[in-house]
Each structure stands twice: as C-alpha cells, then as structure tokens.
C-alpha cells in the first residue's frame, strides 16, 4: 500500500512543526515543496527512517540533534551533541549586541558554541571584527564548520574564557555562559545537551562572575558586556556587574517578559 507524504503530513504524534522538519530531513524538500507536493509517494526506507525519527523524538531526544542543525536567525547552524543547541531568546543577545556596536568595532564572543551568535553578529554586520573563543576542540570544529558554510570571516581561539587571548581588548564582549545551578530540576529534561554548556556545577553564576570580574582587562574604554543568564538570575548579576565597576547596569527581558541579558559600561 503506497503512502503518501500527505498522509505523513496530517499525523498528530509529535508537533506539527517538528513533524515538518523530520519531512523536510528525510525528503530533501524546500518547506514549500513539502506542501505543495503532499501527493508525493515516499519510498518504504522513507517511510521506516520517518517512524525511526519519530521514536528518538517520542524519547526526547531534541530534534537537532536528530536533523543535525538548528535555525537561528533565519540562518541554519550545524549541532551536534558537543554544542547547545541556539535557543530564541538568544537571538534578542545578537540584537542588543548590534545595537550597541559602532562601527568596526571589536567584539569578543566568549564561549562560542556553535558560534550562533559570532558568525550572525558578522553577517549582520560584515564592518565588525568578531573573535570567538571557546575550550573545547570539538566545539570549536563546528563553529568554524558553521563559519565556513555561512561564510563568515571569524577569528577562532581555543581559550577558557580570557586565557588565551593576553592583553587583547574590545569593544564589546558578548557571552552566553552556562547559568543553569547544579541541582535544577531542568538538567533533566536537558540530558541529550553538553552538561558544561549549560551548568556550571555551582550556583549558575560562577561563570559569570568570572567573566565580568576580568572583563575589565579586555574591555576598552566605554565598552560593553553582555551577558545571557536565567530569568530569575537578573538581580544577582546586576549585582555582580555593578561590584566590579561596570557602569549603566540595566538587565533586558526576553519575549516572553523574563529578565534575560544584563548590560554595563566600563570606565
């Protein structure tokens, strides 16, 4: 009995949305081929990578990792199980960062990923000179597997935070650290995701106070930080920012209301 991408298209066993992407994946399509050809028959190993796919999503596997990438503003970036995979809220980051940047500015990226919000910030804005940096090889093969594929010219470094990068400064510095605590109930449902991209076996701010305490030996005068953190986080690292000198401390609330990026000055 032939089956028709149609009929594949009208199941409710998983999100309606992720059910388009699995079709795309397994197809080939352009989403708008994928409607306007729902008379197309798929083949039988379609059809049982199709039921396959399903399984590992019903599982909680996340669907990126499934399709091997992920889109982050209207661009599609490489993951794997060693990157994060780019959440939305992540993308209101990328746009206070390009609010703030003059021209040709600087900008250090700490802690990469998949370099989501690196190769954006030079596509958006090809005058801008982005470093990023991130600790871990495997991470960093990506990044610039993503570099090469969006072709965005970015300057690699395989550093912990500052360490490789001596007596460099910047315009801005952007980062988007592990903040969730080590006991949250959500690493649970987070388990396919780098645990070390997500926590940092603490309180969720040692990270952060990290880079805010050394930022000022990398940030020139009246530069930016900005930083991503959790959504009940945003007084503490007010806090954190204003100790350590950084002035015009102001915390911006995501999509859905929640206190998310925090901003300073330096001197």
């Not at 400064?169 to 449902?189: G, K, M, R, W």
């Amino acid at each position: 009995m032939s089956l028709f991408l149609r009929d594949l298209l009208r199941q409710n066993i998983i999100d309606r949305t992720d059910n388009r992407v699995l079709l795309i994946h397994i197809t080939g399509f352009s989403h708008a081929r994928l409607l306007a050809y729902d008379d197309y028959v798929l083949t039988q190993l379609q059809v049982e990578t199709y039921h396959q796919l399903v399984q590992r999503v019903q599982n909680g596997e996340p669907l990126a990792y499934i399709v091997g990438y992920k889109e982050f503003y209207s661009r599609q970036f490489k993951v794997t199980p060693d990157t994060l995979i780019p959440r939305p809220e992540t993308e209101l980051l990328v746009e206070q960062v390009l609010a703030k940047a003059q021209h040709a500015a600087k900008v250090l990226d700490l802690g990469t990923g998949s370099a989501c919000i690196a190769i954006t910030l030079k596509l958006e804005r090809p005058d801008l000179f982005i470093t990023a940096v991130d600790k871990f090889a495997d991470t960093l093969q990506i990044a610039q597997q993503n570099a090469d594929n969006l072709h965005a010219e970015i300057e690699f470094i395989s550093s912990d935070w500052y360490s490789s990068l001596g007596k460099q400064q910047f315009d801005i510095i952007v980062s988007n650290p592990p903040y969730i605590e080590a006991n949250d109930e959500h690493l649970t449902a987070l388990s396919y995701e780098p645990q070390s991209a997500l926590t940092d076996f603490s309180d969720g701010l040692s990270c952060i106070r990290e880079i805010v305490r050394l930022s000022h030996e990398h940030l020139l005068p009246n530069g930016w930080l900005l930083i991503e953190h959790g959504y009940d986080q945003g007084e503490s690292v007010r806090e954190i920012f204003t100790k350590n000198g950084l002035n015009n401390v102001v915390t911006i609330r995501d999509y859905a209301d929640l206190e998310r990026i925090t901003i300073g000055m330096s001197n």
